[in-house]
């Protein structure tokens, strides 16, 4: 590529490659999963990008598949909800918009900080998710509550379209197979595997 390419042609293409992969999400990763057990299954959801991208580690929400920072610079603000001129609600109703392309779900904020999950592998949300000094002090039965009741979980499978009308892409199994697995998953003990 380099032979056929002149300098500045190929730099161009290689600066913009490597910003959107300072956001790619991790979740390119657990797509490739073979192994059926429930806890993948669970895992190919709790990876994919309509999750995690309300669950970073840093400050900012992200967006899209290739999970960019969120527009007009939203930050977390005070207690998740965004900054008292912005607040995430603002924006952000109680369903989707179809004409704004504006997701929405009750209660839309961004995960704390300790929730935080983008970056980290499918092993290591899955011991954040059960650690109670991380989790809201979160026990099993309310983790299973939360992950198959919860408002902004499920709206990962309802995720209407974005600004250009496009529907967002959902997670990779369907929401029934998503619940059964989280079903399976704790009924069997909650096991993390080994990485
Ligand atoms: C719009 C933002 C948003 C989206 C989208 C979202 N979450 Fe959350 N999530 C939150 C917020 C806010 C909390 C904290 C709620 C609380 O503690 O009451 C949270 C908390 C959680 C918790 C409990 C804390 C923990 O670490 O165990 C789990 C589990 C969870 N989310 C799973 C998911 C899954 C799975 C998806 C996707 C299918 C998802 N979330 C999508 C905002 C979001
Ligand atoms: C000024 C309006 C506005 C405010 C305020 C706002 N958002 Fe957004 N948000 C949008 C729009 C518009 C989109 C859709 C962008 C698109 O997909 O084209 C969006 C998309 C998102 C997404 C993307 C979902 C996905 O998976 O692609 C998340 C997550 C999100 N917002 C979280 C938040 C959080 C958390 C806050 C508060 C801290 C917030 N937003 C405040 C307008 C806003």
């Given at each position: 590529?380099t032979?056929?390419?002149?300098?500045?042609?190929?730099?161009?293409?290689?600066a913009?490659?490597?910003?959107?992969?300072d956001?790619?999400?991790?979740?390119?990763?657990?797509?490739a999963?073979?192994?059926d057990?429930?806890f993948?299954?669970?895992?190919?959801?709790?990876?994919?990008?309509?999750?995690?991208?309300?669950?970073?580690?840093?400050?900012?929400?992200?967006?899209?598949?290739?999970?960019?920072?969120?527009?007009f610079?939203m930050?977390?603000?005070?207690?998740?909800?965004?900054?008292a001129?912005?607040?995430?609600?603002?924006?952000?109703?109680?369903?989707?918009?179809?004409?704004?392309?504006?997701p929405?779900?009750?209660?839309?904020?961004?995960?704390?900080?300790s929730?935080?999950?983008?970056?980290?592998?499918?092993?290591?949300?899955?011991?954040a998710?059960?650690d109670k000094?991380?989790?809201?002090?979160?026990?099993?039965?309310?983790?299973?509550?939360?992950l198959?009741?919860?408002?902004?979980?499920?709206?990962?499978?309802?995720?209407?379209?974005?600004?250009?009308?496009?529907?967002?892409?959902?997670?990779?199994?369907?929401e029934?197979?998503?619940?059964?697995?989280?079903?399976?998953?704790?009924?069997?003990?909650?096991?993390?595997?080994?990485?």
């Amino acid at each position: 590529m380099t032979l056929l390419v002149a300098g500045g042609t190929l730099m161009t293409i290689s600066a913009s490659r490597s910003k959107v992969s300072d956001y790619s999400s991790i979740a390119s990763a657990s797509k490739a999963i073979s192994e059926d057990t429930p806890f993948n299954k669970m895992m190919q959801v709790l990876t994919h990008e309509r999750c995690v991208n309300c669950h970073p580690t840093d400050n900012i929400p992200k967006q899209g598949n290739d999970s960019h920072p969120h527009y007009f610079g939203m930050m977390r603000g005070e207690e998740n909800l965004g900054f008292a001129a912005t607040k995430c609600t603002t924006c952000h109703q109680t369903e989707n918009n179809a004409y704004s392309g504006v997701p929405g779900a009750p209660h839309w904020s961004l995960a704390p900080k300790s929730m935080g999950w983008q970056g980290l592998n499918k092993y290591e949300i899955a011991e954040a998710m059960l650690d109670k000094t991380k989790n809201g002090n979160r026990s099993h039965s309310e983790l299973i509550h939360h992950l198959t009741q919860d408002s902004l979980v499920l709206w990962a499978f309802e995720p209407g379209v974005d600004q250009e009308g496009i529907p967002r892409e959902k997670p990779p199994i369907s929401e029934a197979a998503y619940k059964a697995a989280v079903l399976a998953w704790f009924e069997n003990g909650a096991v993390v595997p080994e990485e």
